[in-house]
């Protein structure tokens, strides 16, 4: 059983910078493909970005590639997201997600989920 915790959201402004770190315990991290999503109000839970075990390949929804840029590091058993530029579209909350596969989903169709992390960006 993998247990995640996300941290790092924040109240900012437009154009500015977050990272977010998800801390996995529980499990063989490099194991795991992980992802985030993010779920704004009265919307569904949508892909954000993906990660490979080894962190060789990546993939990114079509509304942050660019600005977004997810990795990992497998000897600290985190995954991190680095959002730039960011704008009042991006508010929602962002959960990380781990899978047991060794290919991406861009899906929910991952195994285990952190409690989230708020990500508010005024205009």
């Known amino acids: 059983q993998v247990q995640l915790v996300e941290s790092g959201g924040g109240l900012v402004q437009t154009g500015a910078s977050l990272r977010l770190s998800c801390a996995a315990s529980?499990?063989?991290?490099?194991?795991?493909?992980m992802g985030w999503f993010r779920q704004a109000p009265g919307k569904e839970r949508e892909f954000v970005a993906a990660?490979?075990?080894?962190?060789?390949?990546?993939d990114y929804a079509d509304s942050v590639k660019g600005r977004f840029t997810i990795s990992r590091d497998n000897a600290k058993n985190t995954v991190y997201l680095q959002m730039n530029s960011l704008k009042p579209e991006d508010t929602a909350v962002y959960y990380c997600?781990?899978?047991?596969?060794?290919?991406?989903?861009?899906?929910?169709?991952?195994?285990?989920w952190g409690q989230g992390t708020q990500v508010t960006v005024s205009s």
């Open positions: 997600a781990a899978r047991i596969s060794i290919k991406i989903s861009t899906t929910t169709n991952y195994n285990y």
């Open positions: 529980g499990g063989t991290f490099s194991g795991y493909v």
């Open positions: 990660i490979t075990r080894g962190g060789g390949s990546t």
